[in-house]
């Protein structure tokens, strides 16, 4: 019987890496499919490839980040094809106008320019360390994603950085999703705190949030095994400590 087919979606300057451990502990409940953008600068173009590059019928969308942005709007494009959502730390809003769009246009422009400069990864220490649990910073978890930084180049990052700027809104969307939803933030995430999952579980009727103690905005990394739980409870399964799957209702 074939498993049912499972799409990750990265976030910003992310890859495959970013769903490493979850494609290891799934993969007996999945066809685990981590996607690409390439060069891609908006959420449409990138939601556009997801689902021209996906196989046939229908899956379960996962996304990280700006993953999670990506997710919402191959959804929107094609809900039949959705049969589970599930948005990792992410967001939903377009970019603010005035000040606070400003603010974060300049400072993301910042971050390009430090990385034109001095390369991705002198970019990505500083600015990772904004990203996870403050117990993350020097570990393995943390070269594993400054790796995952310096495999990227400034011109995908600022095609990244167009897309994420020019992100649609999803607000009129939510309240309309009607698949099994599972949203998931860590608690120490500074850049998609619970506060905001926490509106969004409620403009959503069938979703379920799970915070993960200890973590920051890198929960799939940072707490692999409290992620890849939650994904199997979303999947209609359970995982015990060997990574095996106990099949429950779906």
């Not at 196989?55 to 959705?82: C, D, I, K, N, T």
């Not at 799939?220 to 099949?247: N, R």
Request: with cysteine; net charge negative.
């Amino acid at each position: 019987m074939n498993k049912p087919v499972l799409l990750l979606l990265p976030g910003l300057l992310c890859d495959g890496a970013n769903w490493a451990p979850q494609c290891r502990a799934l993969a007996d409940l999945a066809d685990c499919r981590v996607a690409a953008y390439g060069a891609l600068d908006s959420i449409e173009a990138m939601a556009t490839h997801v689902l021209s590059t996906a196989p046939p019928g229908a899956f379960s969308l996962a996304g990280h980040s700006m993953g999670g942005r990506v997710a919402l709007e191959v959804l929107r494009r094609a809900p039949e094809r959705v049969e589970r959502l599930a948005l990792l730390d992410t967001g939903f809003q377009a970019l603010p106008e005035g000040a606070a769009g400003e603010q974060e246009r300049a400072a993301r422009l910042d971050l390009l320019s430090l990385a034109r400069a001095f390369g991705m990864r002198a970019m990505g220490e500083p600015w990772a360390r904004g990203m996870v649990h403050p117990a993350c910073v020097g570990t393995p978890v943390f070269e594993t994603i400054l790796e995952m930084i310096a495999r990227s180049t400034p011109q995908i990052f600022e095609a990244q950085i167009r897309a994420l700027l020019g992100r649609p809104d999803a607000s009129e969307l939510l309240p309309q999703i009607v698949c099994p939803t599972l949203l998931l933030c860590g608690r120490e995430d500074r850049w998609s705190p619970p506060e905001r999952h926490q509106s969004m579980h409620a403009m959503m009727p069938t979703s379920r949030l799970q915070i993960v103690e200890a973590s920051g905005h890198m929960t799939t990394l940072e707490q692999p095994q409290a992620v890849s739980q939650g994904l199997a409870a979303w999947m209609g399964a359970s995982l015990i400590e060997t990574g095996s799957v106990a099949q429950g209702p779906a």
